[in-house]
């Protein structure tokens, strides 16, 4: 009878486990999918003015959705897939810059539905260059409506230096 109880509670446990688990991985899953449509307000086509240092320039930007419940986001300088991080629970992006250098980046999501005016969300990551310079930057970006954000990048290098300002303003294209 003592063994019989005791595979009864084992199975018992190894069932609770795999439930509890399945909540987790269930919760993990709602998290993913909230992030994921709340930032798929970025699936566009996007023309973008970048100012810095004096200099202007515009340039062109499109992200779509995965399957997988990322954002596949390519311009000319730029390749980057974002997705949920269940660890940091922060929209999380890595990419490819022109030249050879990559990134991470993070995001929180901020409180609300979806974006609306006025919301205005941190990036802090990294990037690290080709040469072996490696930048710390946080960008701030303001929604200014349904299809305007303006971006604006600060940080620093690895010696502390600041790097120069980068403004981006972002319009949906029609």
Same mark, same amino acid.
């Given at each position: 009878?003592?063994?019989?109880?005791?595979?009864?509670?084992?199975?018992?446990?190894?069932?609770?486990?795999?439930?509890?688990?399945?909540?987790?991985?269930?919760?993990?899953?709602?998290?993913?999918?909230?992030?994921?449509?709340?930032?798929?307000?970025?699936?566009?086509?996007?023309?973008?003015?970048? +100012?810095? +240092?004096?200099?202007?320039?515009?340039?062109?930007?499109?992200?779509?959705?995965?399957?997988?419940?990322?954002?596949?986001?390519?311009? +000319?300088?730029?390749?980057?897939?974002?997705?949920?991080?269940?660890?940091?629970?922060?929209?999380?992006?890595?990419?490819?810059?022109?030249?050879?250098?990559?990134?991470?980046?993070?995001?929180?999501?901020?409180?609300?539905?979806?974006?609306?005016?006025?919301?205005?969300?941190?990036?802090?990551?990294?990037?690290?260059?080709?040469?072996?310079?490696?930048?710390?930057?946080?960008?701030?970006?303001?929604?200014?409506?349904?299809?305007?954000?303006?971006?604006?990048?600060?940080?620093?290098?690895?010696?502390?230096?600041?790097?120069?300002?980068?403004?981006?303003?972002?319009?949906?294209?029609?």
């Amino acid at each position: 009878m003592k063994n019989l109880f005791a595979g009864t509670s084992a199975l018992l446990l190894a069932t609770a486990a795999l439930l509890l688990g399945g909540v987790f991985q269930a919760a993990h899953a709602g998290d993913a999918e909230s992030y994921y449509e709340f930032y798929s307000y970025y699936h566009a086509a996007w023309e973008i003015e970048e +100012e810095s +240092e004096g200099k202007k320039r515009t340039y062109t930007g499109k992200c779509h959705g995965s399957d997988g419940g990322c954002n596949i986001y390519v311009d +000319e300088q730029e390749t980057s897939v974002w997705g949920f991080d269940p660890k940091t629970k922060q929209w999380t992006g890595v990419g490819q810059l022109d030249g050879g250098s990559r990134f991470v980046m993070a995001i929180s999501k901020p409180p609300g539905p979806r974006f609306s005016a006025g919301m205005v969300f941190t990036f802090t990551g990294t990037i690290w260059h080709a040469d072996g310079k490696i930048h710390y930057v946080t960008s701030k970006q303001t929604c200014i409506d349904a299809d305007t954000t303006r971006t604006v990048m600060t940080g620093t290098d690895q010696d502390g230096k600041p790097l120069p300002r980068v403004t981006r303003t972002s319009r949906r294209k029609k």
